[in-house]
């Protein structure tokens, strides 16, 4: 069957779905099995794909129709601008993270330039802000730190794709495997910070297939903050910047939280639907 006929094909098959973009994730599929980018597809719709590559994309079709993450099973996201991979298990990178990136990549030219810094990424996951920044700022000596093996296992895979030397991976709940007298220029987080009784109302394609480790924050979604907040001070370097993604309704309390602990100049960042999404302070 032409190239054409398959990507109609299987956006007929998963256009039923709430969420999802179908005519990108069929093309996505389709790019997947004929190892092909979005811009051959397109312009390439009247050649021929043979039986057997067409079975195997029907066959992803099918599992995305069930919910599965496109990400997932063309183990990629694109991030920052950079490719990363990702496998289910961890946590697909989201566009919103950015906001976070970018506004520590600017906070290194402006504050440290090219000086050597320490950073430390609080639940690397497959490494979206920590190796987004090792990649940017090669002055940003970068430690990740994770509780999943999956998580790690992914992080030391984007670490490799990308060709990172300034990069450390640590298994560690929090900072329990960081050095006791290690200081840091930055300690950036995006928590788990779902409320546990929101989580059977996110759509199917997290709750069923992305890891709950990588979602829940406890009963109101702060238990994180809560033990992230005090234990940084000791982490951080004076005036060291201490920076976390949050839920869309947790800024009051985090800045509260923030503040108690003796940050100044705390700040907040929405992103582009005008939600907060970003508060960063620095260590007072
Ligand atoms: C919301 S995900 C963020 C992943 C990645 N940083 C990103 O922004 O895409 C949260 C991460 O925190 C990790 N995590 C959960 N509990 C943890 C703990 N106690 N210590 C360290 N990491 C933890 C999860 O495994 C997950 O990878």
Known sequence: MEINKLIKLGVDRIKGRPYGNPILEATLLLGKVLNVDKVYIYI??????????????????????????????????????????????VLIPRPDTEILVEYVLDYIDRVHGNEDIDVLDIGVGSG??????AYYRKNANVCGVDISDKALKVSNINKERFNLNNVTLIKSNLFENIDRNKKFHIIASNPPYIPKDDIEALQEEVRDYEP?????????GLDFYRRIIPESKH??????LLIFEIGYNQNNNVRDMMEREGFINIETLKDLQGLDRVVLGIKG
């Open 44 to 89: 390439h719709g009247d050649e021929e794909v043979p039986d057997f590559i067409a079975e195997k994309y029907l066959e992803m079709i099918d599992r995305r129709k069930e919910g599965y993450p496109v990400q997932y099973i063309i183990n990629e996201k694109e991030f920052m601008g950079l490719d990363f991979y990702v496998e289910e298990g």
């Open 235 to 240: 982490h951080l370097h004076e005036k060291g």
């Open 128 to 133: 979206a802000i920590g190796i987004s920044i």
């Open 212 to 220: 709950r480790t990588a979602l829940e924050g406890g009963l109101d």
